[in-house]
């Protein structure tokens, strides 16, 4: 833990940060700065009105944190979310976490012009049943 309170001495005596003054600080790309607000809870910068990101400096000793969890001790990006959670007082920061992730849809392969007439043909004649079987 000592390597990520010791940058965070480094940190300008000022409250709010964009993410280009973090991303230098914490000398982490803003990409892996958004995609690390949609993976940590406890990563949540607030918005300006005109929609930039503005980090305290609480979020940038959590980025140290993240950092040093991920490259220095080796976590998972999943372990790592386990970690600060349980840091953090648990259920607070473990509650938004997925618990199953969805597998992604199918993948479909073009409907032919012959299929297609096929699948409306057999709509039609489901839809005629239908009526027949309403009216009895």
């Known amino acids: 833990m000592a390597s990520a309170a010791q940058p965070a001495r480094e940190i300008p005596e000022k409250s709010l940060f964009r993410i280009g003054e973090v ?3 914490t000398a982490t790309k803003a990409f892996v ?18 929609g930039h990101r503005l980090y305290r400096r609480e ?5 140290f944190e ?8 080796g976590f998972t990006i999943a372990g790592a979310r386990k970690h600060l959670a349980e840091q953090n007082g648990g259920e607070k920061e473990a509650s938004p976490e997925p618990v199953l ?10 409907v032919s012009r012959a299929q297609r007439k096929l699948l409306l043909d057999l709509h039609e004649e489901l839809l005629a049943i239908l ?6």
């Open 66 to 73: 993240i950092k040093r969890l991920l490259y220095d001790e």
């Open 101 to 110: 992730e969805a597998p992604p849809p199918p993948r479909r392969e073009p």
């Open 23 to 25: 991303s230098r600080l």
């Open 59 to 63: 979020d940038i000793e959590t980025i």
């Open 131 to 136: 009526t027949l079987l309403e009216r009895e």
């Open 33 to 50: 700065l958004r995609y690390w607000e949609s993976e940590f809870p406890a990563l949540q910068p607030v918005k300006s009105p005109s």
